[in-house]
């Protein structure tokens, strides 16, 4: 049994649906005897945007400073066993196998959802492999996520809060971060990045009442850019380092974070050396990814630039704005496909103006995919110079021929689209 067939036999025994609750995760921790209480040193992280690439730069400084390092982290973008890496390596097809049939014996029939038991999977698998660390990332909010379920965490950090999932978390700000904010644990360290001002009040409020010690960017921690490096500061240290492997400005402030949080787990654990080592060798796919292989890449003409970000979300529609600006020396171009459950308006709003043209497309075996004709409806309506495509194919063919030079093409707006493509499936 590979993974395909893992996942199709977790989705048709376990729902894929969004119950935010613990005591189905709990019930069936206990009945496995509490793997989780049995994990090395947890760091755990909740927030909008950036918990991946705080996760995935953790990762690369601890495995450069030799540490053996358990990953939990959703959704995949290609392969189920992205999600779970143990002790270093992706989890094999039939330790997955294995695992999954001794939690569904125990769980004996009882509703439980995908994630969850996905999450006691992991849990299981962890507590079973001795390791230095374990990084945990939330599914979705904090307080009810199935992640949610440790004693006493070693650090929780916090990345950037923003509106995403809001059929689940609400359209209140302080909702959303009251419910992210609730993975901190009494005298456990709490990592937070810059915050927009409600987002940070709340935090501080709970944190006041939860008894967490606060490290806030700007006040505990910082970091800038130095021409072609960055200096970090964290509570135990100053250095400078190269810039980071990973595409964008927003990546230097991840990379201070997982920094912060491995300094507030074991001052000195990760030498400077480590440090460097990490910046250049991560990576976390499908994030302001150049492609430089596959179907695509091989329709575009020299001098031409492929790249691909998962980004779905107001905050991330900001984020590739900005990283647009950084990319004046070439015409830029998107391609565009989304779920029906996100913002396409507020997500497009701060792009179009960045791009000389885009063309929508629908992402291939997803029913939820907004049709591209609103896509370039909405587009429109906010001035874009824009068309539909009928694949991806198309919209790469298209807009090399728009183009009399060469420029930089990115495809964007679903996690779901970027496995597709990094897949090879389109």
Known sequence: MNSSDIIDRLKRHHPKVIDLSLERIERLLSDLNNPEKKLSPVIHVAGTNGKGSVIAFMRSFAEAAGLKVHVYTSPHLVDFKERIRVAGDLI?????????????????????????????LAFLAFSRTPADLCLLETGLGGRLDATNVLDQPAVTALTPISFDHMGFLGEDLNVIAAEKAAIMRRHVPAVVSAQKPVAEVVIREASKNIGSQLLVQASEWRMERIAEAIRIETPHRS??????????????????????CLDAWRPGVIPDIAVADGLRAVRWPGRLQRLSSGPLVDRISEGW????????????????AAQAVEWCDKPFFGIWGMMSSKDPDSFITPLLSHMAALRTVAIPGEAASINPAALAGIARRHGGNVQMASSLHRAVDDLVSFSGTPGRILIFGSLYLAGEVLGGNV
């Open 92 to 120: 094999t097809d039939a330790a997955l196998g294995e695992l999954l049939d001794e939690c569904e014996v125990v769980n004996k029939g009882l509703p439980i959802t995908f994630f969850e038991i996905t999450t006691a």
């Open 239 to 260: 250095l400078i380092v190269p810039l980071p492997g990973l595409t964008g400005r927003h990546q230097i402030q991840n990379a201070a974070q997982a920094l912060t």
């Open 305 to 320: 630039e492929l790249w691909l970000d998962g980004g779905h979300n107001p905050a991330a529609g900001e984020v590739l």
